[in-house]
Nanobody, 117 residues
Framework: VQLVESGGGLVQPGGSLRLSCAAS????????MNWVRQPPGKGLEWVSS????????DYADSMKGRFTISRDNAENTVYLQINSLKLEDTAVYYC???????????WGQGTQVTVSS
């Protein structure tokens, strides 16, 4: 099983990023996919989830409006679009897969997002 995140980097406040997570080694379309982040010096923070078919999405209250999760089951990839980036969005962003949305079983290594002027 592999989950490989990409798309992170250094971006100025107000900018945008699109994170990708490529999955392999399991039946991607049978799993909920999540994005979870860890700001520096803090614990894990759930960002968003998307169901197996991609027609249901959930977001943490503080993420609504600027974050958009999507998936392409043909490409075994989940995405996270982040707009209007803020300094407090600086974190390592992980994707995670689970049979249920609340208990991810597989995790990626993370991609660093740094928001700085």
């Amino acid at each position: 099983v592999q989950l490989v995140e990409s798309g992170g980097g250094l971006v100025q406040p107000g900018g945008s990023l699109r994170l990708s997570c490529a999955a392999s080694g399991f039946t991607f379309s049978s799993y909920w996919m999540n994005w979870v982040r860890q700001p520096p010096g803090k614990g894990l923070e759930w960002v968003s989830s998307i169901n197996k078919g991609g027609d249901r999405t959930d977001y943490a209250d503080s993420m609504k409006g600027r974050f958009t999760i999507s998936r392409d089951n043909a490409e075994n990839t989940v995405y996270l679009q982040i707009n209007s980036l803020k300094l407090e969005d600086t974190a390592v962003y992980y994707c995670a897969a689970g049979i249920t949305p609340s208990l991810p079983q597989y995790w990626g290594q993370g991609t660093q997002v740094t928001v700085s002027s």
